[in-house]
């Protein structure tokens, strides 16, 4: 069984999102919401919820440098 290398999350993972060339992932907390910036991801169009699909096209070209 072949597996795809992701980004890794937190335990409390909500989801990852890209805002202006940078990569987020938002985690909950005890007292709510959270947010932490991972990577500049440059090139890569805003997008609200990251697939898959995009967190491994992500990993292959910028984890892999």
Do not use: Q
């Not at 910036?37 to 992500?58: F, H, N, Q, T, W």
């Amino acid at each position: 069984m072949i597996t795809l290398k992701t980004i890794p999350k937190k335990h409390n993972h909500d989801h990852f999102w890209i805002e202006d060339e940078i990569l987020y992932e938002s985690y909950n907390t005890i007292r709510g919401k959270r947010f932490l910036a991972i990577k500049e991801v440059p090139g890569m169009p805003d997008e609200e919820r990251c697939s898959e699909e995009c967190l491994e096209y992500m990993y292959k070209e910028y984890y892999n440098e």
